[in-house]
């Protein structure tokens, strides 16, 4: 089993940024994407951007050209920069890793951006 855990969320100004990690408890061999996925109280689980193993990325429209994912091998981490965050972008931030056996869920990051 492998666990996940977020940090780096926080209360942050609008126009602010934010780096999210989320440190895995081992190496994931085989992995076929790492994710951030958002959770705000009026709405679905949402994908926010997707790493492939090439190093190809995908994010969803209304967070592209503010938000970037990566990751460090070496440390077993995943990241998620999040710049000129608005209060639309509040919501509890969650890592996902995928495999064609599992799927591993953090335990969620709060973002909270103020006005």
């Known amino acids: 089993q492998v666990q996940l855990v977020e940090s780096g969320g926080g209360l942050v100004q609008s126009g602010g940024s934010l780096r999210l990690s989320c440190a895995a408890s081992?190496?994931?061999?085989?992995?076929?994407?790492m994710a951030w996925y958002r959770q705000s109280p009026e709405k679905t689980r949402e994908l926010v951007a997707r790493?492939?193993?090439?190093?190809?990325?995908d994010y969803v429209d209304i967070i592209k050209g503010r938000f970037t994912i990566s990751r460090d091998s070496g440390k077993n981490e995943l990241y998620l920069q999040m710049n000129n965050l608005n209060p639309g972008d509040t919501a509890v931030y969650y890592c996902?890793?995928?495999?064609?056996?599992?799927?591993?869920w953090g335990q969620g990051t709060q973002v909270t951006v103020s006005t």
């Open positions: 996902n890793i995928y495999t064609a056996a599992n799927e591993f």
């Open positions: 081992r190496e994931i061999i085989g992995w076929l994407t």
């Open positions: 790493l492939f193993p090439s190093g190809s990325t």
